[in-house]
């Protein structure tokens, strides 16, 4: 073997090719042996996977650090240890999912026979189906866990495995890392029981669909009249080759929506996605056919989804009637907007209801709610957070809707993750009630602007693959906690928020407090810089993806429609400006 491996890495490959794993794996590993292959080998045996902000996700292939029946087999007899451990002496059940990805069944299959091995009970739903839909199976069904194979957004070369507790939200601490401690002390692939029990497999499929259409999608609906009215709106859809296929177009029908095109040369649920390079509605290539298709129909709205159909892109026609895409902070902004309006509308405002979001989502949201004395709590990135506080609030407080920048959003609470099925719902919803005022969900947005300011967010997303790239990230984000710059395109900051250290500094006084933890908040790997003229800046670590994210937010007044182009351009400029300070362009 190579020396350009490091001992634990030669630790691992060595106990691979000498465990009790199948001949194909073996093979494998030889080749990169024999080829010399040092960075492969590298990559995919210095550690082994673990639960991030997305649960597990990897490049599919052999190793510690990728996945395959092993990894995947591993976690979920963790998952399986750690059930029997928190609910002994009581039947205990999972449900279990898969979207349309490269292995996703066989994954799921395995997740299935590993559980069932352990004598946990099984609801597999048969065919693909979006991530929402089993949250929402989990409480249905009453188990007290959950699982879905999915790599979200990510480029085909992935998979992934999210694991859900029983509120039917993500898993989070102490339970994510108590799985993980239960995973590590799996010393041998000879722990792991891959021979299944058929008797306590149930398929599921259909009649969850009908629950979930009823109790989530028609549940959700705000004003019915407005769609009664409006449902001859053209509305352009894609599933970008996911899941999203099997309940969007079911869903919209629904509700009253007639006139659903949909993108056939993207319908078909494929592992490859053909069409796209990256499978994700917040890149433009992934929503070029769709918008192409609704320019020759002179469509209303064009949505999509990503993959396992938890997210949602969308995009309109302008002012000067061309289509633009919507980012995810406009969307969550529009879709907080409409709902604020219409409970306070309908008298459904009582003191008790809140809406939530991430700390790096925009502020406008939080500016909304207090106009309409809402509470909004912000928790850290990951739509977990998100569940949790629903979950502390439950029987206290009513949710009415949330989410995150990144194209994830939630309307009501039967489902606790992000929720491209509902959103797609809500999203007509609102583009219908702006038509139904002789308006463009464009034009909605620049009323919204205009009440409340207008906020604009750039991203930046540094990938960094590998060992080395994961060193790089540590190194970048200890030089933006220990050496804060002392000025940012002429704001200097004021205040700097450590999430790993959970302490606040008043950058004027010196003065330091501690940020509270609970409600969505705990320790993590985030710092915020707040300036003088209200921008912010936030660095993260992506817990998906070998990433580093720098978050940029600004705002300025706008006074008129006019004047939305001036502003905007204004604003784009400025966050460029940031950007360059901080040494990211």
């Not at 029987?395 to 194209?407: A, D, H, L, M, R």
């Amino acid at each position: 073997m190579s020396n350009g491996l490091d001992a634990l890495t030669r630790q691992k490959v060595q106990a691979w090719i000498s465990g009790n794993y199948d001949p194909e794996t073996k093979t494998s590993i030889e080749h990169l042996i024999d080829t010399q292959n040092d960075n492969e080998l590298n990559d995919a045996f210095y550690k082994d996977l673990e639960f991030g902000t997305g649960g597990l996700r990897g490049i599919i292939g052999v190793g510690s650090n990728r996945m395959n029946r092993y990894t995947v087999g591993a976690a979920t007899q963790g998952l399986a240890n750690y059930l029997q451990k928190n609910f002994p002496n009581q039947p205990i059940s999972v449900a279990i999912a898969h979207d349309s990805r490269n292995r996703s069944p066989e994954f799921a299959q395995v997740t299935a026979d590993v559980f069932s091995a352990n004598g946990i009970k099984v609801y597999l739903f048969k065919e693909l189906r979006p991530t929402p839909e089993l949250s929402f199976a989990i409480r249905l069904l009453g188990c007290q866990s959950g699982v879905v194979v999915t790599a979200s957004h990510n480029p085909k070369e992935y998979n992934g495995y999210k694991a859900y507790w029983n509120d039917g939200g993500q898993v989070v601490a102490p339970h994510d890392k108590a799985i993980i401690a239960e995973v590590a002390a799996i010393q041998s692939v000879d722990d792991i029981k891959f021979r299944g029990n058929a008797e306590l497999v149930t398929l599921i499929g259909e009649e969850i669909d009908e629950q979930y259409l009823q109790n989530v999608i028609a549940k959700n609906v705000v004003n019915r009249e407005v769609i009664h009215r409006q449902h001859a709106l053209k509305i352009v859809y894609t599933p970008i080759h996911g899941t999203g296929i099997t309940l969007v177009p079911r869903a919209l029908a629904k509700i009253g929506f007639t006139n659903v095109t949909i993108v056939e040369e993207q319908a078909t649920p494929d592992g490859n996605f053909p069409t796209v390079v990256y499978p994700n509605p917040e890149e433009k290539e992934a929503m070029t056919l769709a918008m192409n298709l609704a320019k020759s129909l002179d469509a209303d709205l064009v949505m999509a989804t990503d993959p396992d159909a938890d997210r949602v892109g969308s995009a309109v026609k302008n002012a000067q009637g061309e289509w633009q895409l919507l980012n995810g902070n406009q969307m969550a902004s529009l879709l907080i907007f409409y709902l604020l309006r219409a409970w306070k509308e309908a008298g459904k405002l009582t003191g008790k209801e809140f809406v939530a979001k991430t700390i790096v989502t925009t502020d406008l949201i939080d500016k909304m709610c207090a106009r309409y004395d809402v509470k909004c709590y912000n928790t850290l990135t990951g739509f977990k957070y998100i569940a949790g506080v629903i979950r502390e609030l439950e029987g206290k407080e009513q949710f009415i809707g949330g989410g995150e920048e990144s194209y994830g959003y939630l309307i009501g609470d039967a489902v606790r993750d992000k929720d491209a099925i509902a959103s797609c719902a809500m999203i007509a919803e609102l583009t219908a009630y702006a038509k139904d005022q002789g308006l463009s969900l464009f034009d909605l947005l620049t009323e919204m602007y205009m009440e409340n300011g207008f906020y604009y967010e750039g991203l930046i997303s540094l990938t960094k693959k590998g060992k080395e790239g994961a060193e790089e990230i540590q190194r970048m984000m200890a030089d933006f906690r220990g050496n804060p710059p002392a000025d940012v395109a002429g704001s200097k900051p004021v205040a700097i928020l450590d999430y790993e250290n959970l302490i606040r500094k008043d950058v004027t006084t010196g003065q330091e407090m501690p940020i509270e933890v609970g409600m969505g908040i705990e320790k993590s790997n985030v710092i915020q810089l707040v300036l003088a003229d209200g921008s912010k800046v936030s660095a993260r670590p992506s817990g998906t993806e070998p990433k580093i994210k720098f978050y940029v937010s600004v705002n300025a007044p706008l006074s008129k429609p006019e004047d939305f182009g001036a502003v905007y351009d204004s604003l784009k400029a400025k966050v460029g400006r940031i950007q360059e300070d901080l040494g990211l362009k």
